[in-house]
């Protein structure tokens, strides 16, 4: 049940986050960058930003739950939260651009969607890397 709660508050702390820094970013992605360099490199351009608000989310909700450092422990909280990443990311495609599943799932062939694909990756993967790098780090100290 820990595992549920970490991921869950991972996941909802990061979409808020990440939709709060999206909409600070928005203007400047849809009126700057996108018409000087294209979709792709705003997609490019956005995304190390959202990593590094899952990074420190991550580590914040794996100190503040006390997650054991176990890899599978904190791929569990991955997982949960992609999870419930993907079930929005669904709703939100099918609701706000009127997209079928099937339509929201063929974008990721495109490059922004690889990018996007690979954000969500590394979105899932972070509980993990920073649980290795704060393990990794007490080892060092011994």
Not at 54 to 73: E, H, I, K
Not at 82 to 108: H, N, P, Q, T, V
């Amino acid at each position: 049940m820990p595992t549920l709660k970490a991921g869950a508050l991972y996941f909802a702390l990061t979409f808020a986050l990440t939709f709060a820094v999206g909409w600070i970013l928005g203007p400047i992605r849809e009126f700057w960058v996108i018409p000087r360099l294209g979709r792709t490199a705003a997609f490019l351009f956005e995304a190390p930003l959202m990593l590094v608000v899952s990074f420190a989310v991550a580590r914040w909700v794996m100190r503040r739950l006390a997650v054991p450092p176990a890899l599978t422990t904190r791929a569990m909280v991955g997982h949960v939260a992609l999870g419930l990443l993907l079930i929005a990311e669904s709703i939100g495609a099918w609701g706000l651009r009127g997209l079928s599943l099937m339509d929201y799932l063929a974008s990721f062939h495109a490059l922004p969607g690889a990018v996007t694909a690979a954000s969500f990756l590394l979105f899932a993967a972070m509980p993990m890397i920073v649980g290795r790098r704060r393990s990794r780090g007490r080892d060092e100290r011994r």
